[in-house]
């Protein structure tokens, strides 16, 4: 086995995916693939049971496991229901940036002064919803790669491994982990991503719910708990939002309002004018107008409509 795993940037030590374990396949089984490797597995929907060192251990939605390197492990699904599961694999050098000074001090340690081969999170004390919490954000940084998610991600995961010495010491972590993403708050920043990227196309909520690994009836849910709209009214907002884009911004890119239709999503230019009047109380020509009758006007207005589609962004 080599001593390190091979990620998609050698310089951005980290990988995350999701994971589904189906209920009537057999148990997986998983080797973290180096030395200097460290798995997270974040329970999204269901319940999972990992057997390790001939050690078992369960998690439901919201909690997770912190593997150490190089364990093999068994992961399978409990009960009758699939099991949606966010990995969150990276490299030690990203905690200590290379540094010999920086791994003698704060990553040999970790593996000299414990053995163990499984953390179970359980949220129920603050040093496992601090380290939940800070894992749902590098989940979401990852997931919508906004500039500078790398930073973001190394920035977490330092302050993860903090933590996890105190615990390694028997120190107690004392601080709030309030505030940080919840598990609707990823899968909705999740099923946003998607949204942006295919808001052109016809999007039904079965593509969407299949997206974040959750059934029709919660993808709903979780909009509303969030966002307090469904995924249906945030993909009309967001495509009037590109719309608008267009024309206030680069209105040659559309020689026609209804090339700016089919454009944004919409098969059919009546239904276009229709929406585009309720989120703007105007047509799109009459925006067009706008501009340079009252731009100052114009560009108000394009900045709500901006704001409303990325204030959860």
């Not at 980290?14 to 009537?24: C, L, T």
């Not at 974040?42 to 939605?61: E, P, S």
């Not at 093999?72 to 966010?86: A, D, F, I, K, S």
């Not at 919490?133 to 991600?153: C, P, Q, R, V, W």
Request: glycine share 6%.
């Amino acid at each position: 086995m080599e001593n390190n795993i091979l990620f998609e940037n050698s310089e951005y030590p980290v990988n995350v995916s999701f994971i589904e374990y189906k209920h009537d396949d057999v148990m997986s089984t998983t080797e973290v693939p180096g030395r200097d490797a460290i798995e997270v597995l974040i329970v999204n929907n269901g319940t999972l049971r990992i057997l390790c060192d001939d050690q078992m251990f369960t998690a439901t939605a919201g909690q997770g496991f912190i593997v150490n390197r190089n364990k093999t492990h068994r992961c399978t699904p409990v009960g009758n229901e699939n099991c949606g599961v966010y990995s969150v694999l990276f490299g030690l050098d990203i905690i200590s940036g290379g540094s010999s000074y920086l791994s003698e001090k704060y990553v040999t340690p970790f593996f000299e002064d414990n053995e163990i081969s499984v953390l179970v999170l359980l949220e129920d004390n603050l040093r496992d919803e601090k380290v939940i919490d800070s894992f749902n954000k590098i989940i979401a940084a990852n997931l919508i790669k906004k500039n500078g998610y790398e930073m973001i991600t190394k920035g977490y995961l330092s302050i993860i491994w903090i933590t996890l010495l105190e615990y390694v010491a028997g120190e107690t972590d004392s601080t709030s982990g309030k505030g940080a993403p919840s598990a609707d708050e990823v899968r909705v920043y999740a099923a946003l991503s998607y949204i942006s990227e295919n808001y052109a196309d016809q999007i039904t909520l079965d593509d969407l719910a299949n997206h974040i690994h959750v059934s029709t009836g919660e993808c709903c849910r979780c909009f509303k708990r969030v966002l307090m709209r469904t995924p249906f009214d945030y993909i009309m907002e967001f495509r009037i939002y590109q719309a608008l884009k267009v024309l206030y911004k680069n209105p040659i890119a559309a020689e026609s309002i209804f090339d700016l239709a089919m454009m944004t999503g919409f098969n059919n230019i009546s239904y276009f004018n229709k929406v585009f009047r309720k989120y703007t109380q105007l047509t799109p020509t009459a925006f067009r107008k706008l501009i340079k009758s009252d731009p100052e006007r114009a560009e108000d207005l394009y900045r709500r409509v901006q704001e409303s589609v990325n204030e959860f962004i």
